[in-house]
């Protein structure tokens, strides 16, 4: 049997768009919640990364550094 549809809350909130942007999506049929919701988590993961980027620029400098000091970790046991 197929798996049960998780049932998630949601909220609303109101989102402004060009009028021909929300002309064009109407013509479609595309679901302007699902397509916000698929946007914004994109823009989430987006910021998330840049974020982790940002706090994490000393250790990756490091790390870099170190590799090209010493090589690669473990490089003596790669088969390609």
């Known amino acids: 049997m197929g798996k049960a549809l998780e049932v998630r809350p949601r909220k609303s909130t109101n989102v ?5 942007v929300l002309e064009r999506a109407k013509q479609l049929g ?5 397509a916000s919701e698929r946007g914004v ?3 989430i993961q ?5 974020r ?3 706090d994490n620029a000393e250790l ?5 550094a170190m590799v090209d000091r010493d ?8 088969t390609f």
Do not use: D, F
Request: hydrophobic share 40%; glycine share 6%.
């Open 30 to 34: 595309i679901n302007l919640s699902r």
């Open 41 to 43: 988590r994109e823009e």
């Open 16 to 20: 402004t768009l060009p009028p021909e």
């Open 71 to 78: 090589g690669l970790p473990l490089a003596k046991y790669r």
């Open 46 to 50: 987006e910021a998330e990364g840049l």
């Open 60 to 64: 990756v400098a490091a790390y870099t």
């Open 52 to 54: 982790w980027a940002e």
